[in-house]
């Protein structure tokens, strides 16, 4: 058990810090991957939209392919949200998983005893 946070740090943590980095390192990566794709895939669905609103024959028809490229946008964009917010999630436990040994060890706070 570590008594201080002196004690703490006499033992070697860069292996434990080294691990956590690379999990983030992997994490911005697939970030920026899917952002990429998720960026690609929408262009491509505006373009189509748009040819497809000036193609339309009369204003009817193009409110409609409007409205049906607007209700996929905000569900692509929803769905995407929620991915980059699970992997954010994933991301952080994976960080916290080689500390998880040193939180038991870490020594009390000096106000957590001064209220009892």
Do not use: H, W
Not at 42 to 49: F, G, H, R, V
């Amino acid at each position: 058990m570590f008594n201080t946070l002196d004690d703490l740090t006499k033992y070697n943590n860069m292996d434990t810090a080294m691990r956590s980095l690379t999990v983030i390192s992997k994490g911005v990566q697939e970030l920026a991957s899917g952002a990429a794709d998720y960026s690609k895939k929408s262009l491509e669905q505006s373009t189509e939209a748009l040819e497809k609103m000036l193609a339309a024959r009369s204003l009817e028809k193009a409110m409609e392919i409007q409205s049906d490229y607007i209700k996929a946008a905000y569900e692509s964009f929803i769905a995407e949200s929620n991915r980059v917010s699970e992997l954010c999630a994933d991301v952080a436990k994976e960080v916290y998983k080689p500390f998880e040994a040193y939180v038991g060890k870490m020594p009390a706070l000096p106000f957590a005893q001064a209220t009892s």
